[in-house]
């Protein structure tokens, strides 16, 4: 068995490595580039001292460098400005090449991790390698992610590098690296609250006076000015609109948000993207937040308060949770559920579990190519199809609830970190 899963993880690796090139480096590479646009024009204000949250000049900027590509506001925390700032000392196009390499460099030290907390002493590595990569070469939320330039991957690297130094018993180390992830996103800072539901106080700790820094270095450069600006901009985006009304974006029912508010929104309202079977926004924004209500109590159902034996099925309903309560969960974001995939199918290998059938069909949808601006799919019942990614990620979740164990001890009496026997 052990010869024969050598040579199939050597067959998956050859082969994800060549699709993940042909995918994810050789055509994402001269893709369009949208998002990355603005991580590079705040860098290039935050060095001289402009505002990266004014849109005017944001565009003037824009126009000014001859940036071809389009633009979106920067809607990170103004430390994030600041970290960006290395790019603008380079040509557009050669800083795109960089920020290119170093995502993948991120998603591949994102795989490393997963692989060393994924496997048990004496398990054949190189066949998770060969399921990570292979997975990698087919998901189809990954070139996405590398041709718009987001920053997904480094998020990935944040989320994996918490739990693996977590698993590791360097706590405070945890809490630190998702308190910088913090200062890049907001959305992070969901995990320090899985951490504080446990009763990791030195973690939660670490995370808090790390993001403290960050906004004092920040608050130092860009001055308070900025941080208003940020707030300013985050309240454009209540909840259940994710709306930039100087740019006249509707994001919370564009077809690639994945998130269960944009299902509720583009379902029963007529708006600028869809037409659902109704027009009532103040049902939609109400089923939202039960939907959002729902999911947080089911989580804490799912999930031990104060006990210290965390697994990493524990970690992967909180960072789902993460991805689906905002009103906005564009579908490139679940390159940061590659863990949880790759969790789920080792759960699937390593052990006698249910509901394969509906892991398999989760998996498909997640991974294939989806055309959401079909026109077929905005008008009516029909516009349930562009929520797609969600019900995949629903089959996945299932899963992983379906297959839960309780913590098993080892023998020297401490928790096997991934709730596996």
Request: charged share 10%; hydrophobic share 50%.
């Amino acid at each position: 068995m052990e010869k024969k899963e050598k040579v199939l993880g050597i067959v998956l690796i050859v082969l994800g490595i060549f699709f993940y090139l042909h995918s994810s480096v050789f055509l994402s590479y001269f893709s369009h580039r949208n998002d990355f646009a603005h991580l590079y024009l705040a860098g290039f204000l935050a060095e001289r001292g402009g505002d990266f949250f004014d849109p005017a000049l944001m565009l003037k900027t824009h126009k000014a460098l001859s940036i071809s590509t389009g633009l979106n506001p920067f809607v990170y925390p103004p430390f994030f400005a600041l970290l960006l700032i290395p790019l603008a000392w380079f040509s557009y196009d050669t800083a795109w090449t960089l920020f290119f390499l170093l995502s993948h460099a991120a998603y591949l030290a994102a795989l490393a991790l997963t692989v060393q907390f994924l496997c048990k002493p004496g398990e054949n590595r190189l066949l998770w390698w060969g399921v990570l990569l292979g997975l990698s070469a087919c998901f189809y939320p990954l070139p996405r992610t590398f041709s718009a330039g987001q920053m997904n991957t480094f998020i990935l690297l944040v989320l994996t590098s918490a739990w693996f130094l977590h698993t590791r018993r360097w706590h405070r180390t945890a809490g630190a690296v998702l308190g910088l992830g913090v200062a890049i996103k907001v959305a992070p800072a969901f995990l320090l609250l899985f951490f504080a539901w446990k009763g990791r106080w030195q973690t939660v700790l670490a995370g808090a006076l790390t993001l403290a820094l960050t906004v004092a270095i920040s608050l130092a450069w860009c001055g308070p000015q900025r941080h208003s600006a940020f707030l300013q901009e985050t309240r454009q985006m209540a909840y259940g609109s994710s709306t930039w009304a100087q740019f006249n974006q509707h994001y919370h029912v564009e077809p690639h948000n994945q998130a269960p508010s944009a299902l509720w929104y583009r379902l029963l309202t007529q708006n600028p993207s869809t037409t659902g079977i109704a027009n009532r926004p103040t049902l939609a924004k109400a089923l939202s937040i039960l939907t959002a209500l729902a999911i947080v109590a089911a989580l804490l159902r799912l999930t031990l308060a104060g006990n210290r034996h965390e697994t990493f099925r524990e970690y992967s309903l909180w960072l789902i949770a993460m991805l689906l309560l905002p009103s906005l969960c564009w579908d490139h974001y679940l390159v940061q559920t590659i863990p949880i995939l790759a969790f789920s199918l080792h759960q699937a290998w390593t052990r006698e579990t249910r509901w394969l059938l509906p892991l398999a069909l989760g998996l498909g949808l997640l991974a294939i190519p989806y055309y959401y601006d079909a026109p077929l799919f905005k008008q009516g019942w029909m516009t349930l199809f562009m929520a797609v990614k969600l019900l995949g990620l629903g089959l996945v979740t299932a899963f992983i609830i379906h297959n839960s164990a309780p913590p098993v001890p080892t023998a020297s009496g401490t928790q096997n970190m991934l709730g596996q026997p």
